[in-house]
């Protein structure tokens, strides 16, 4: 019987030494992994980053040309009185907390289409003041999907007509009450 324990012991040793031999190269190999995914870990990182980068950079520029339209756009619109539209977009941009972009764009995209109905420069420019100053104040006051610029669309289209989308910031406007406005700005 001290045969066969002593036979248990050494295949019991034996046993121990090939998973100890087996869990050092499974420890080495492991160690090795780590080392790999490390740098592909690296690498992903740093093209992360680069994408970022990259990503950021194209805003920027996009950002950038959409305002070098915009600038322009309000140039061609109101080229006749410049400096009148000028005033007009600083004093959006001071009194109503608007970019120098957005101020341009809300008064360009306004005076814009009342150009096209024939409306003179001067008259479109003072209408678009007027058509935005109100489209910034009812975004703020009625909390408008997609701010001062829909309300402005919103009221912009109304003038030219077009009354369906004012329902949407609580505004409606009946055809009947056009009409009877209309009678007294005639008779007047």
């Known amino acids: 019987m001290s045969e ?16 100890n031999t087996k869990m050092g190269t499974a420890n080495k190999k492991l160690a090795g992994f780590g080392k790999t995914l490390g740098k592909v870990a690296a690498v992903a990182a740093a093209a992360v980053g680069t994408k ?5 950079l194209q805003k920027t520029v996009d950002v950038s040309s959409d305002a070098e339209e915009t600038f322009s756009k309000f140039n061609v619109v109101f080229s006749e009185v410049r400096d009148s539209a000028e005033e007009t977009a600083r004093s959006l941009q001071k009194n109503f907390g608007l970019s120098s972009v957005s101020a341009k764009e809300l008064l360009s995209n306004t005076g814009d289409l009342l150009s096209g109905f024939g409306f003179t420069q001067e008259k479109a420019l003072d209408l678009s003041k007027q058509v935005n100053e109100l489209s910034v104040d009812l975004a703020s006051f009625k909390n408008v999907q997609g ?7 919103a009221i912009t289209k109304a003038l030219l007509g077009e009354r369906e989308s004012l329902k ?11 009409k009877t406005k209309m009678l007294q700005q005639a008779q007047q």
């Open 4 to 19: 066969k324990v002593g036979d248990a012991f050494v295949e019991l040793d034996l046993k121990d030494r090939a998973y």
């Open 168 to 178: 949407s910031m609580g505004i409606a406007i009946l055809e009947a009450d056009v």
């Open 52 to 56: 970022m980068l990259i990503d950021g």
């Open 147 to 153: 701010g001062a610029t829909a309300a402005s669309a």
